[in-house]
Nanobody, 118 residues
Framework: QVQLVESGGGLVQPGGSLRLSCAASGFTLSNYAMSWYRQAPGKERELVATLTTLGSTNYTDSVKGRFTIDKDNAKNAVSLQMNSLKPEDTAVYYC????????????WGQGTQVTVSS
């Protein structure tokens, strides 16, 4: 069964850190570009970070210097390290895998809630 499963979300105080993980099963992430998105209540889903198969990364301006996307090939998983969290980072976070050779082949995880509040 092909799926992505996120974990690591939760409630954290402003200035705190969380590490999200997205584990793949049924396929190998090495042939997929990986991304993290987030969606806050009443807002559109937003691209947060990307990691290409060549190892290049890109981040939306609001998280640059605070978030880091990385891949662990041994675990077939991608992570999002989030530091210096702010209330505006509160959202459901989703990972997405897009096949390198055919962008019409992609998978989404089910999402994990991140809440930043004192």
């Amino acid at each position: 069964q092909v799926q992505l499963v996120e974990s690591g979300g939760g409630l954290v105080q402003p200035g705190g850190s969380l590490r999200l993980s997205c584990a793949a099963s049924g396929f190998t992430l090495s042939n997929y570009a990986m991304s993290w998105y987030r969606q806050a209540p009443g807002k559109e889903r937003e691209l947060v970070a990307t990691l290409t198969t060549l190892g290049s990364t890109n981040y939306t301006d609001s998280v640059k210097g605070r978030f880091t996307i990385d891949k662990d090939n041994a675990k077939n998983a991608v992570s999002l390290q989030m530091n210096s969290l702010k209330p505006e980072d509160t959202a459901v976070y989703y990972c997405k895998a897009v096949f390198l050779w055919n962008s019409r082949v992609y998978y989404w995880g089910q999402g994990t809630q991140v809440t930043v509040s004192s």
